[in-house]
């Protein structure tokens, strides 16, 4: 499988723990960096729940502004609850994509809105935390692929060490 590139952009995100798993779905998910805007993640970094470190592999870097920061090439998709949003159900990923996703407590801004390439939404019944929104897309990316990575290799490299199940 080719690898295109994915960057994600968190806008001003509310929690470390958060944050820590976005880490863990960009490490099982190959995205090659993430951006982040605001103050909040930066005071409290030091408890972030960055369980299998991937913060060693994958750059998160703070930065003034997300579009500013777009990478070149990439197609700007914003993840989040807007009206007129296209259903992340049908929604065809770009190859090389920077998506952004709006903090917990809060919302993309109308600038970002307006600069974006697709605004998506995942249609659920209320709102989604940031980590579960960031898995969820990342997901729907890897499912739609022509090629995705399957098979009894993948399972042995991506499981737990205590993890030696098979279905018979």
Known sequence: MSHFNVTLGLSNPKSPTNVGAVLRAAGCFQADSILYTGVRYDRAAAFCTDTQSQSKNIPLTGVSCLLESAPRDAKIVVIELAENAESLASFVHPDNAFYIFGPEDGTVKQKVVNNADSVV????????????????????????????????????????????????
């Open 121 to 168: 939404y995942i249609p659920t019944h209320g709102c989604l935390n940031l980590a579960a929104t960031v898995n969820i897309v990342l997901y729907d990316r890897l499912a739609k692929s022509h090629q995705p990575k399957e098979g009894n290799e993948l399972i042995r490299q991506s499981r737990d060490m205590n993890n030696r199940l098979k279905v018979k």
